[in-house]
Structure formats: C-alpha cells, structure tokens
C-alpha cells in the first residue's frame, strides 16, 4: 500500500527557516509529481508547492514564490520543501501529496492520488 509520511514540523520564529522532508514507501513514486499541501486552521487546503516526475520543473504558490524551494531525491523516493522567511501565516498541517502530473496538482486537490498524514508547523511571531 502506497504510504506517504511527513516529517520536520514543529515550532518555528517568524523570520526563519523549516525544512520538511516526506518519504515514500510501499511504492515507488519516481513517476508521479510530488507536492505539498497545506491547511490552516479553519481554511481550505490549499496548493504550495510541487516538483515533476524528473525534477527539472517545480511550481509555486504566490504565498511561497521566492521564499519557498521543493526538491526531491527519487533514490531515497522523498520530497522536501524548505521556505525561508517564515511568516505567521505559515502557520498549518503540510501534507505531502503525489499525483500524475504538478500542472494538475496544483490546479485541484482532486487531482492528488496520494497523500501524508499531515505534519503542523507553528511560526510565532
């Protein structure tokens, strides 16, 4: 069973940095489009960031563009998402997301075929 799992939430300063990290297991998502998504309370999901199968193509939501940065490592099948400059309205769960195609993905949540179990980061100001 495809099984997605975040890591790095927790407490962070405004002004600073986070790095999430999610791995992949029980199949391999080296042919998927990798993303995050993110949920504040009381709020819809909504899209963050997203990389393509390759890697060579990444998408970003206007709150993360130029402070956000995903990456991924198909070896260790993982995604990561770093954003710099935290505000407190960074303030969520993250759920990591894995769906055919990032153009997809970002324009519905639909579209997302598996998804983390969420990791909350908490940027006090």
């Known amino acids: 069973q495809a099984q997605l799992v975040e890591s790095g939430g927790g407490l962070a300063q405004a002004g600073g940095s986070l790095r999430l990290s999610c791995i992949g297991s029980?199949?391999?998502?080296?042919?998927?489009?990798m993303g995050w998504f993110r949920q504040a309370p009381g709020k819809d999901r909504e899209f963050v960031a997203a990389?393509?199968?390759?890697?060579?193509?990444?998408l970003y939501a206007d709150s993360v563009q130029g402070r956000g940065f995903i990456s991924r490592d198909k070896a260790k099948n993982a995604v990561f998402l770093q954003i710099h400059s935290l505000k407190p309205e960074d303030t969520a769960v993250y759920y990591c997301?894995?769906?055919?195609?990032?153009?997809?993905?970002?324009?519905?949540?639909?579209?997302?075929?598996?998804w983390g179990q969420g990791t909350l980061v908490t940027v006090s100001s």
């Open positions: 997301a894995a769906a055919r195609y990032m153009t997809t993905m970002r324009a519905s949540s639909t579209h997302v075929e598996a």
């Open positions: 990389i393509s199968f390759t890697g060579d193509h990444t």
């Open positions: 029980g199949h391999t998502f080296a042919s998927a489009a």
